[in-house]
């Protein structure tokens, strides 16, 4: 008698990952519904909480989100009126908007619900931490322009950061503007990735 079909067949390892990763997204969103804000306000927050001075802008907001401006303008307008994020005019730019988190804003903050997938990751061994931080940075990256979500990264690891002085002072070498220790590590919309930029040159074919 021949054996019996497996109901369902094994998945290969690629389609393993893809379903945790979507049973993680459908987890992670579900932690967010918190303290009358709901996904996208929080997601709107941290980014707020980490951009640098070049970045705290709506259209930067929205690249980062890969929004529509439409739908991060009403997530803007829900911030804004629960007390937690205020315009500004930017300082650079008369006809642009600064958006900055108040300290009610910061206070919030502080009790982020994706501090606990931090606590679940930080359980885990620092090599199994290490892959799963290169893994899934590089499918981010293959993946990034369909969900048309912009680029950013923090400017230590920006190919446009500048060295300077006894003191190894840090500045952009866009704008020529020093940067603090603390900006330095801080995310922008101008990111350009050093390991990618020298990783494209390296296998780039001189022409003769």
């Known amino acids: 008698m021949p054996p019996m079909p497996q109901r369902h067949a094994e998945l290969p390892t690629s389609g393993r990952i893809a379903e945790l990763l979507d049973r993680l997204g459908r987890a992670t969103h579900a932690l967010q519904f918190v303290n ?42 829900a911030l804004e009126s629960k007390g937690y994020v205020t315009r500004c005019r930017d300082c650079n730019d008369r006809r642009g908007v600064s958006l900055e988190l108040t300290e009610s804003g910061r206070t919030l903050l502080a009790s982020d619900p994706m501090r606990e997938i931090e606590r679940a990751v930080g359980d885990l061994s620092g090599t199994c931490v290490d892959a799963l931080a290169e893994g899934l940075s590089q499918v981010l990256d293959r993946i990034r322009s369909r969900c048309r979500q912009g680029v ?38 101008n990111f350009s990735d050093c390991a990618a930029r020298a990783k494209n040159a390296d296998t780039t074919v001189p022409v003769e």
Do not use: I, M
């Not at 640098?52 to 690249?63: F, G």
């Open 36 to 77: 009358g804000l709901n996904p996208a306000q929080w997601e709107a927050l941290r980014f707020l909480g980490r951009a640098n001075r070049y970045s705290r802008s709506p259209s930067s907001l929205s690249d980062y989100l890969g929004t529509t401006k439409g739908t991060t303008s009403q997530t803007l307008r």
């Open 152 to 189: 950013f990264g923090v400017c230590e690891q920006c190919s446009h950061l500048v060295l300077s002085g006894e003191a190894a002072t840090t500045q952009c070498g866009l704008t020529g503007e020093a940067l603090s220790n603390e900006e330095s590590r801080q995310l922008c919309v």
